[in-house]
């Protein structure tokens, strides 16, 4: 797989379709890799040029030392598009990848044509809650939390008609780097957007799921509220969203896209 350097990290990324097209890059959620998009690549490639990658400290990417910020996940987004010699693409991001897309959306608006934030709050969670995860991690590893990550991530049918999907995810995230992921957190404990929505000007589409116990509909409410012009689609799933509703998903994402 290629990868490239930004800064400190050396991110692992995929491409998929006609460079020529319209670019369309995904950014996945803490724990997971870029291939929870695959349901995604496969519908557009053939319309756009869609990029993936793993976020620093995920997947193939490296994980540096922390603690990060999302003020470097979002630099991470800008040195790939620059890399692949991009100058405006549409971004979708995907809770921790829907924070990063908030803060490109506020920091780097000239370079989104669209910003799709999905299942994702301004503010994530609480600080506190975030670096107790970081400390647990660091002394337990992963297992612990992917014991429990199907639960936060999907709705019980889809957990037991899946079973397969959501075993490669729960073992893809014992796998990872526990650095990595207990660096996100920490990024994820400083992040706050809020007092930025206001002076976004990218068109913003917010997906959020009606199921979802980790960034709820009443955060996806309070994006839609003060972003201006925003749109938000509700999707009736839990928190990964793109894998568990991906024709619903992929249909909000294209029409406003489109």
């Known amino acids: 797989m290629p990868t490239f350097i930004s800064n400190d990290a050396t991110i692992n990324y995929a491409t998929f379709g006609d460079a020529t097209k319209p670019a369309v890059i995904f950014s996945n959620s803490l724990g997971t890799n870029y291939g929870m998009w695959q349901q995604q690549f496969n519908h557009f490639k053939n ?60 920091h780097q608006p000239e370079r989104f044509n669209h910003v799709i934030v999905c299942n ?25 939390i992917a014991a429990t990550a199907a639960s936060r991530w999907f709705t019980d049918p889809f957990i037991q008609s899946q079973a397969t999907i959501v075993e490669t995810l729960s073992n893809d995230l014992a796998a990872s780097s526990a650095e990595g992921y207990a660096n996100c957190c920490e990024a994820l404990a400083k992040a706050d957007l809020r007092e930025q929505l206001k002076d976004i000007t990218v068109p913003v589409l917010i997906v959020a799921g009606i199921q979802d116990p980790v960034t709820t509909l009443t955060d996806g409410q309070f994006m839609l509220d ?33």
């Open 226 to 258: 003060h972003i201006p012009h925003a749109q938000m689609f509700e999707i009736n799933a839990s928190h990964i969203s793109n894998i568990e509703c991906p024709n619903e998903f992929n249909q909000a994402v294209q029409r406003f896209i489109a």
């Open 47 to 106: 319309d756009y040029f869609v990029i993936c990658y793993d976020t620093r400290g995920h997947g193939a990417s490296t994980a540096p030392q922390g603690p990060y910020s999302i003020e470097q996940l979002g630099q991470d987004v800008i040195h790939l598009l620059d890399h692949l010699n991009i100058n405006k693409a549409t971004f979708c991001g995907i809770s921790m990848g829907g924070l990063t897309g908030q803060w490109l959306a506020i």
């Open 120 to 144: 994702t709050a301004a503010k994530i969670g609480q600080e506190q809650a975030w670096l107790d995860r970081a400390a647990l991690v660091r002394e337990q590893g992963l297992s612990p």
